[in-house]
């Protein structure tokens, strides 16, 4: 009784030896499948994203040659509108000029002389002279005073200067390129800051422009792509922190840390 009640217990021993192996060869597989799954995935959600940062450093360069083309006619544009005020402005002063000149004339009177002085007038005709000189004034002053300059201050060459100070937030494929370290100056949140200190600073450098978006045209469609090239900049570096986020992500030997993220970049 005793050697069956042995041997049986043998035999669903080695038939529970030979489940357990089937069962581990069965699942072992999977597990291993699932992993390559994943690596796979994440490598081609990761070039997915590289090819989407790809696409918006093409258009923000495309961006970037509008504003350059569209700042000399914005120059143009409001240099001619400038000249058509002034014109405007001196003629109605001028008119204001003559007006006051013959209200001097009239409260002189027929004093009128080669050798005329003031003693000559009465109080009463030096004070009114002399309100007729201050009310033409009044009005010719705010004329001639508001005549601005023919020629803008400001330039392509000023916004070139502005642009390379921020090189490594409008070339994006030389920040995160070959010599990428995974440093803290460029994380792209960091980055994404300094994104806005670009705008406000390329806004500046042509502000003889952007201060005339509220009455020119081509000052308006000049803001406008400065804003939409920083709106790109900054879809740019959301996308790369996805890359990077990815690459670090994927489990594999080859590429690790800095390079596994100089690949994604790169290929």
């Given at each position: 009784?005793?050697?069956?009640?042995?041997?049986?217990?043998?035999?669903?021993?080695?038939?529970?030896?030979?489940l357990?192996?089937?069962?581990?060869?069965?699942?072992?597989?999977?597990i291993?499948?699932?992993?390559?799954?994943?690596?796979r995935?994440?490598?081609?959600?990761?070039?997915?994203?590289?090819?989407a940062?790809?696409?918006?450093?093409?258009?923000?360069?495309?961006?970037?040659?509008?504003?350059?083309?569209?700042?000399?006619?914005?120059?143009?544009?409001?240099e001619?509108?400038?000249?058509?005020?002034?014109?405007?402005?001196a003629?109605?002063?001028?008119?204001?000029?003559?007006?006051?000149?013959?209200?001097i004339?009239?409260?002189i009177?027929?004093n009128?002389?080669?050798?005329?002085?003031?003693?000559?007038?009465?109080?009463?005709?030096?004070?009114?002279?002399?309100?007729?000189a201050m009310?033409?004034?009044?009005?010719?002053?705010?004329?001639?005073?508001?005549?601005?300059?023919?020629?803008?201050?400001?330039?392509?060459?000023?916004?070139?200067?502005?642009?390379?100070e921020?090189?490594?937030?409008?070339?994006?494929?030389?920040?995160?390129?070959?010599?990428?370290?995974?440093?803290?100056?460029?994380?792209?949140?960091?980055?994404?800051?300094?994104?806005?200190?670009?705008?406000?600073a390329?806004?500046?450098s042509?502000?003889?422009?952007?201060?005339?978006?509220?009455?020119?045209q081509?000052?308006?469609?000049t803001?406008?792509?400065?804003?939409?090239?920083?709106?790109?900049?900054?879809?740019?570096?959301?996308?790369?922190?996805?890359?990077?986020?990815?690459?670090?992500?994927?489990?594999?030997?080859?590429?690790?840390?800095?390079?596994?993220?100089?690949?994604?970049f790169?290929?």
């Open positions: 009784m005793g050697e069956w009640g042995s041997g049986v217990t043998t035999q669903s021993f080695h038939k529970m030896k030979y357990y192996c089937l069962v581990l060869a069965c699942i072992i597989p999977l291993q499948s699932e992993t390559v799954f994943t690596h995935s994440s490598r081609y959600n990761a070039q997915s994203l590289h090819s940062a790809s696409s918006i450093d093409e258009r923000m360069q495309g961006i970037l040659g509008q504003i350059r083309s569209t700042i000399p006619s914005s120059i143009s544009s409001i001619s509108d400038i000249a058509v005020l002034n014109i405007r402005k003629f109605i002063g001028t008119m204001n000029l003559f007006g006051a000149l013959f209200g004339r009239g409260a009177g027929d009128l002389s080669p050798d005329f002085t003031l003693k000559q007038l009465s109080f009463g005709d030096q004070l009114n002279a002399l309100s007729q009310y033409g004034f009044g009005y010719v002053g705010p004329f001639y005073l508001e005549l601005e300059e023919a020629r803008l201050d400001c330039g392509l060459s000023d916004f070139d200067n502005a642009l390379r921020y090189a490594y937030v409008t070339d994006f494929s030389t920040t995160y390129g070959h010599s990428y370290t995974g440093s803290s100056d460029t994380d792209p949140h960091l980055l994404t800051y300094y994104v806005i200190k670009m705008k406000h390329l806004k500046r042509i502000y003889c422009i952007t201060s005339r978006k509220g009455s020119n081509e000052a308006v469609i803001n406008s792509l400065i804003d939409l090239y920083a709106k790109l900049a900054t879809e740019r570096l959301s996308l790369t922190d996805g890359i990077l986020s990815t690459s670090n992500n994927v489990e594999n030997p080859t590429y690790q840390g800095a390079s596994q993220s100089q690949y994604f790169n290929k």
